[in-house]
Nanobody, 115 residues
Framework: QVQLVESGGGLVQAGGSLRLSCATS????????MKWYRQTPGKEREWVAG???????QYADFVKGRFTISRDKAGNTGYLQMTGLETDDTAVYYC?????????WGQGTQVTVSS
């Protein structure tokens, strides 16, 4: 079993920054792939960023240059550094880690960006 817990969400003004964390519990996941998604009410969950086991990063066009995905050396905690936040970034953000043939998901953390 893998449990992921996101934190770091909150209310921020447009132009501000937040850093989301995705902590694992129960086991160390090392450098397994990680990704972040987000979802707003009535919309499909959309991919935001990904980090491979080889440390390659990819970003959705709408966050390029503003968000940075990373993980600590042990791979136990992943991060999404968000800068230049816009009101359209308001959503519940979810992290996922790949382990034993499947993706494991956290419960999400709310990010609200006010104008």
């Amino acid at each position: 079993q893998v449990q992921l817990v996101e934190s770091g969400g909150g209310l921020v003004q447009a132009g501000g920054s937040l850093r989301l964390s995705c902590a694992t519990s129960g086991r160390s996941l090392g450098v397994t792939p990680m990704k972040w998604y987000r979802q707003t009410p009535g919309k499909e969950r959309e991919w935001v960023a990904g980090l491979s086991s080889g440390h390659d990063t990819q970003y959705a066009d709408f966050v390029k240059g503003r968000f940075t995905i990373s993980r600590d050396k042990a791979g136990n905690t992943g991060y999404l550094q968000m800068t230049g936040l816009e009101t359209d970034d308001t959503a519940v953000y979810y992290c996922a880690r790949f382990w034993y043939g499947r993706w494991w998901w956290g419960q999400g953390t709310q990010v609200t960006v006010s104008s």
